[in-house]
């Protein structure tokens, strides 16, 4: 006999007790509160079939609420997923089990995102639900048919980037992203009424979505609020109403369940209140085939599937888009028209460029902007607006909404299938950090487009001047920056960029540069990091490092040296990052050892100096600006900072001793 | 004869299209649109006398809308302020006038907080009516008892800090936060329609808001709304229907108005829809008489005030309140007590110790946290909770929300009378930074409270662990960031931090650290930035540098060191910031001329090592992890990543070639 939705729940229940209670360390309360909405959801309703966790048209689940991780790995363990084991879980929260603290995509199949930081679980989730659309929109229903189901807390709900995913949701209308929203009242401070009082409901009305109320403890009820979501057009948050921990009877209700172990004698108590009779991390026979059985009902969907793309003229297509490689067959055409015909532009204007190129190539690619599109110069003439009335569009207006845009790209390039990038203004690389950050944690494969890159931007002033940016973002692992300085160097970053596995960040410029690179090469030079733009002439005495629009400030100042008979290299640099990658020998060439005090490094960069230490030496020159800008026209801002050959060239021949 | 509030108005028109012309950049579009809206509110109901800008008892007018910089800049020089002049307004957004491209509260009085950063003017105004509240509660009517107003357009809206900012309002229920939403259905991209579905007006009301509707382009009715928002006891938005660029009969309505000049043709072309004759930057006696008289309507009310603070019993102990000067007599007894009964506890854990005394000392704190009170160790028992039922408590549960914390804080400092303190993990102060960054450019004197500041707050894993936070943070300009090593060191840090004009963070520990300061100093040593903990007992061939819970095994390393007969210094760094800041002798004495090969430095920091090369050069060791972390209890993450005695004594000694 099936053993009841309780019982089963109460498997989720007992291994997020134990599993804490072992590793002395987690978060028991989130998943004990929704255990019973959770079973509804992946008995009933999710489809989904462990024994494919990449199957392309399952339903993506996201817990949002990313500490009950609990919930997620009983979940995948009961319903027949490889991995993880029951020893995986009894090592929660060690260094050799896939169970982290918090659910890590690329530890477990069937984590579809990282989540943790609050919020932004949910906003991915909005993502996975456009790229759903998009590419149902291109393939149809027998390809493409999924939902998105996401469960949050009041976390969730209360960052502020709730409120971009959510406008963003309600805008496109997607009615395929369903929310339970674990309403328990509790935050780690204690009641939600020490910092709340909105009526959360309405807010969601207010924003276009659709919304049921249910006691999230009856697994029934819970069923019956996901068909009325099911069937609403709008996206729908379903309010669980639940008690934080239930079932321990000593604590529950109460914010002690949160992120501690409950203790010997309140386990035991709720074992007693549940009906659990067996040890620790022992799931009796029934409930154990139960969860099994109701795993894989999902099976049957996913061989009629594979039926059907098998049978689809698309099928192939489909699959390789999936598949998600990027053609560099652009890349050689287009730098060879930059060459022919060399363009004096914004490195933000090279990247429309590229961009017209890329997105003929690239069918995948969805671009977008945080309402600065015609400052970013994001969107090509190719493309049609993706909006609820065309899903089938590539260009999202994302509106002023920069964290929620860079959360739902992690969530698209997590769907697979779409290749992500958007703009905003540099200095704003500050709202969405938080989601560039988990990108790069999970290596989502998203290209943030920042433009307006230094002081260059001008009038606009310190506000939107970034320039603590470049160095505060090469700073985040597994991100790559780049800063371009010219048509031809833009291109080969956007197709480093392309070529990459994880998330790439394209610093571009507001103002104009010229065309420094004017002969064909065999390779992407920009590819790796750093290259000798120009070799010194007369003996040399100076290697000149700079990035982006300070290159042809560089090329200028070395002019101005090989003038006086002073040999100078100019490397340009526009990414740190790639250099610091490439092999002894490479880097040696490019920058000979630095304990070799005859030759004098420079670097030059539109931004603080701090950290080019690791490229000057701490016997080197570092020119830019250690403070924050002002407001002006950008050729005075950089008289005014120093940042001209008359200004730069004295400090050259001082440091040398002429 | 008065001018028509329209008149009035249309010279904010005239001065915003002129400027923006002359300089050929900036925002004409929103200030054309709420001239007639701001016109009201500062003929009519906004309490300030130009003649004393810093009047503690003024209302507050917050631009949040920033871009729209030239109403502000019209204003005050339209009102009677001593500046801008009309020279400032003619180099509006050059680098010699203090009319920036957008309103900074450090060049011009009567800008009350620097703008831009869309959606935090509105957060810091949030900030400025607590502090209101606050010291009315503590001080009375008599002395304390105005308003904050604020202009607000769609991107401060659809930004999710506004969601963060709203609730707190809503919750504490800020009566005296009035602000004009410039409804114009216009964004950078085009109508408001390509981002957004959302029922503002009802999602403001789903909040605890007080809505009211007008025609943002009669004064009149915008100054019945505004009477309806000031008897209502729920902060207000009002609605201000507006045509963005209104007077220019060819763009009025577009986007085009919004961030470019309106070119030649269309400003002649205006001057005639206005029935505005004058020349640019000229005012016709009547409207500059006019403006004058209105603008001083203010001074009775201020003359009143000051009579009332010196007929009040705690007029004087206000005014100080508001000079805000920072008594540090706290310090010396604590830390006495400390080295008479040292503490090994968690740096996090030293900061409570540390707020006992000082909030015991200084009245004016008001602390807080995004709903980590129990990890951040925030709220000491001699203070209560502050919200809508006791605003003169000193404790605010600010919720999950980060960002609009950090931007009420800003708000809050710039008030006046309090000094904000407020807590997160430190992994999430990407989430504040927006608001961090913007503090630091203007100097608010804000503490951010960082705890969990490294790997070593174990299992909750790599979404929990800043790596490359301390780096990022310290790369921003202003912010003097601290990482103390001890509870001795983080007293020392909290004084520095009090002394300073402007924002400091503090990185704490959720780990515990043996007590390493043993006696007593006569100055604050962690003030230096940086001093020698140790000095060398064997001849000097190494000198560690660590900082916060590395510092602790930088001495067990020293002494493993010392036992092979090499001498090791070790400085202990709590603030890269400070330290920067000393003389060359001082620097000298402590990191001698890294040129002498025959010292070798080390540093070492739970963290990335990029940006390291600044104190120990290119050739110096540098111990640390250039990585995202993993999910482990602590002790075994420093085994893991290296950072223990046994992995780093043989990487010195193979480093000096023994």
Redesign the interface.
Known sequence: MQPTQRRLANAIRALAMDAVEK?N??HPGMPMGMADAATALFTRHLKFDPSDPKWPDRDRFVLSA?HGSMLIYALLHLTGYARPTIDDIMKF???DSPC???P?SFMLAGIET?????GQGFAAAVGMAIAERHLNALYGDDLVDHRTFVIAG??DL???????AT??A??LKLGRLIVLWDDNRI????STE???????V??Y????WHTVECDGLDSGKVSQAIDKAVADARPSLIRCKTIIGYGAPGKQGTAATHGSALGAEEVAAARKELGWTDEPFVIPDDVAKGWKNLGSRGSNARAEWHRRVEASPKGKEYLARIEGKCDDSWLKPHVDGLIAKPQAVATRKASELALDAINAALPATIGG?A?????NNTLTKNIA?L?AGNYGGRYI????????MAGAMNGMAQHGGVIPYGGTFM??S??S??AI??G??QKAKVIHVMTHDSIGL???????QP??HL??L?????LTVYRPADAVETAECWAAALADDGPSLLALSRQNVRALRTKAEKSNLSAKGAYRLKGAEAARKVIIIATGTEVELAIDVAAALEEKGIGADVVSMPSTDRFDEQDDAYREDILPD??N?DILRVSIEAG?T??W??YT???GLKIGL???G????AP??YK?FGLTIEAIVPKILEKLGK
Chains 1, 2 share one sequence.
């Not at 209360?158 to 971009?164: A, F, I, L, P, S």
């Not at 002002?630 to 026209?633: D, I, N």
């Open positions: 590793a360390s987690g990313g929260r060690q260094l982290a603290g918090h890590e990282t989540t943790g930081p609050l009041d976390g209360m960052e502020g980037v709730n409120h971009e406008g963003l309600g805008h935050t780690i401070d204690g020490l910092s709340r009082n909105e009526d959360v309405a807010r009305e207010a924003m276009g902007s309402d600065l599109t015609p400052s607006v909006d207006h994302y509106g002023i909404r920069e964290f929620g200095v704003f500050d709202y950090r938080p950050r988990l790069a944690l001008g009038e606009d002033g310190p506000t939107h320039v603590e160095q505060a090469r700073a985040i692992p597994q630095v304990s005090r603080i701090r950290g230490e690791r030496g701490l016997h250690d403070r924050f002002a407001s002006a026209p005075d801002l005014f």
